[in-house]
């Protein structure tokens, strides 16, 4: 019965019931706190979708979400859990927003420049517990952990000997590295959409294309299925761990580019972490590591976080309630195997009848 | 001579006191982890520790408490650490969760519901501040001794030796007596474990819950004795290099202990090295990092090989070979 229909099925029921489950819960803490849902969720709707503006700035939020996401997802199918897009995410927006500083060029030349640039910093950011993991066995986890920190204090510092201008933050970058588009921003009532968001896009195409259509895709996702077979098949899964955590740490430092070249146009001395980095993680499992379905739950949280400000000036109701609801949707993501033994359970029951 | 007495007079406490919080989340991560059940959440539970010292003190001052109100604060958060924590142990052991995500989800759930209930009771960002502060005393006789008295008993806070008192506690629980024999073995062998009539499952969920009860005191320690109130902003970190120290403590309390004093030494040097000679011209960005950059060390085997419990981060499933 476990035929290969039941299992693509799957994919799609399990995430529908984990944001279901999320919303559920969000609405019984609203109730909780003396809101309506209704209003509230009203509210949250509208702040995604009301206006051209709020749709652009959703969009816009977007962009960095589908890179962390599309960066946990890469390292998902290599069988690795890489903690550290945060960090690969902050050196790869100070990295481009450095280039965008300090070089002057043509746009054709400095702005890919800029983008990969903040790709390279953000693949070595990803090289160091790839490496490790290969050669010493050590676990990912921690090591990524531990990068993201020293990302965060190495840029801050550099920003704060270096590169400060006023306040907290760098000065702007130059025009010709920018991806500000005054078309994009006009069309969505001045938001602060910008190309970034194609370039994502393309970015899933990318990842879709890597992943099926190339040896070395094939290569990653069957090290990610069985690293015994792999192994015996002849494959390097070593250099493969270190390639798939590089090709992700570039993923994630790409989506630090989008923030610095796009949203901001600048870089500035972090307090804490950005989270674009852990939303990440959120969007892949959500996603089931697969590029149509990053795009899909990387719009989903993107417009939580949009709409969140309008549900506390409409409705009164905490913006954190959202950061809640993503927590729980990845605990019900993650502990899909009760969600498929209960559907499991439901299903035997119907077919005895 | 005197000058360096002078800095150790400064720094030596400075890191004891940055270091105590750690030590105790570090003490619930190795109940966790010796149980096999990876707990990357000790952040979150030590924001939710937090949180439960500053309000549980609040609550037992209004109810006329005194001054004995924060240690009631630090065992309200104790509790609801432990509850919080359950949260885990249901998705990572009965739910078969990947630990890490559930670890991850926890971390974020933690944040969002603090701040969520923090808005919702106090209408801003941050709560009051507590009155009934634990504060820097004297050891009576101990702090009299020349040269280590005004060094280590001296403005000290009552937590820190508490706190390492219960290193001393746990390392005999874990491994002198029953109990911490059949913790052990359900995180290196539950299959063994599970033949010798040990409830894996259950042994698993008083291991998850310890973290969260521990973790909980670590956070409301840091809250009752630094910080003072609280916010999105109180607990930044900490959970991870307590996690760190345990990691580079080679999942051992004491190994624990003196990481967690080293990182304190780390973190009090990065806010005191302007001040003192011969270390100004280090730019802080090192200090800061060391801790980090050590524990990468350590796990690369450089620093002397550290041994994870063997069932770490494995769900167990009865019959599963």
Known sequence: MMNALKGKAFAIIVPLVA???????????????GTNPITGYGALISGIVGTPYDFGETLQRMTPLIFSGLAVAFAFRTGLLNIGVEGQLIVGWFTSVYVGLAIEAPMVIHLPLAIVAGAVAGALWGFVPGLLKARFQVHEVIVTIMMNYIAMHVTNSLIRTYLLDSGQRTSFINPTASLESPFLSELTQFSRLHWGFFVAAAACVLMWFILW???????????????????????SVNSNIILSMSVSGAFAGAGGAMVGLGTYQYANILPSFTNIGFDGIAVALLGGSTSVGIFLSSFLFGGLQQGANMMQ?????????????????IFFVASSYVIRWALGRLQSRKEEK | MDVILQILYIIVPAALIAATPLMLTAMGGLFSERSGVVNIGLEGLMIMGAFGGIVGTLMFESL???NASPWFGIMFAVLIGAVFALFH??????FRADQIVSGVALNFLALGLTVFLVREIFDRGQTDTISARIFRTDIPLLSDIPVIG?????RVYVT?????????????????????????????????????????QRMRYIGVMLSGAFAGAGGSVYAVTIAGNFSAGTIVGQGFMALAALIFGKWTPFGAMGAAIFFGFAMALSTSAQQLPGLQNIPQVFFLILPYVLTILALAGFVGKAEPPKALNQPYTKGSR
């Open chain 1, 213 to 235: 259509k190339t040896r070395k895709g094939f290569e990653l996702r069957s090290v990610g299925y069985n690293k015994n077979a792999s192994l015996y098949a002849g494959m």
């Open chain 2, 64 to 66: 006329g408490f005194g």
């Open chain 2, 150 to 154: 005004p060094m280590l008993f001296s």
């Open chain 1, 19 to 33: 944001i279901l489950f999320g919303f559920l819960a969000g609405a019984l803490i609203m109730l909780l706190s």
């Open chain 1, 313 to 329: 000036s409409q409705a009164g109701v905490a913006p954190e309630l959202v950061e809640i609801i993503i927590a729980l949707i």
């Open chain 2, 89 to 94: 142990a249901v998705a990572s052991i009965s």
């Open chain 2, 160 to 200: 820190t030796y508490v706190a390492l008192l219960i290193v001393v506690i746990v390392w005999y629980v874990v491994f002198k007596t029953p109990f911490g024999l059949r913790l052990r073995s359900v995180g290196e062998h539950p299959m063994a474990a599970d033949t010798m009539g040990i409830k894996v």
